[in-house]
């Protein structure tokens, strides 16, 4: 099979193996683990032959990279379907905490394991490229926050650039504890702190 393999969906349109190969690719890496996901493994979720991911994928380690990226822009679509509700910036940092108890919610496999992005950069080398996909969405949600407290200080620039650490500090380690404790839980109890102080700003 080629680049161009296909299957049947339900509505009789046919679609690309790349897209299937990274649906499975997420599926494994999320439930099992990057290391312990083979090659093998996602060709055969995925219903194509081996050729077809090296036709889409220079290598288990560019499929990865794909699969972070992915991860990122459905985090982003959270985010900007939750930021469409949103009224005035407070609730634009609530927003993102709320995209990511929405990733909380998904039907996963073996339950909620945690940020999919941090899991698999805890399995790659200091160098890989793919730590630096998952080090800009980290920032790029601070940068989020950030935004939204500009605007509520506009007058008060170094405050504003603290809370922002502050409260994606908070998400992180609630997120880390979610991940653990295998539901979303922990993200509602952040979101309620980051309320709170929000209130007294």
């Given amino acids: 099979m080629s680049e161009t393999d296909m299957s049947a969906t339900g509505s009789g349109r046919r679609r690309p193996a790349r897209e299937r190969l990274l649906e499975a690719a997420a599926r494994r890496f999320y439930a099992d683990g990057v290391a312990a996901t083979g090659i093998d493994t996602i060709t055969a979720e995925a219903g194509v032959a081996k050729m077809s991911l090296y036709n889409n994928f220079s290598s288990k380690a560019d499929l990865v990279r794909a699969y972070l990226n992915a991860r990122h822009e459905e985090w982003l679509g959270l985010y900007r379907a939750r930021l469409e509700q949103a009224q ?15 990733h909380a919610a998904f039907a996963y496999e073996h339950g909620f394991r945690g940020c999919g992005l941090l899991n698999a950069a805890a399995e790659l080398p200091a160098d890989d490229e793919g730590r630096a996909v998952v080090r800009a969405h980290k920032e790029e949600v601070e940068r989020l926050i950030a935004g939204h407290l500009g605007e509520l200080l506009p007058d008060r620039p170094e405050e504003a650039h603290a809370m922002a650490e502050h409260l994606a500090f908070l998400l992180e380690g609630a997120m880390a504890r979610a991940g653990l404790e295998g539901d979303g839980d922990r993200l509602q109890h952040a979101r309620s702190m980051a309320a709170a102080l929000l209130d007294r700003l």
Avoid at 88 to 102: I, M, Q, R, S, T
């Fill in 88 to 102: 005035g910036p407070c609730e634009g940092v609530l927003a993102v905490f709320d995209a990511y108890a929405d």
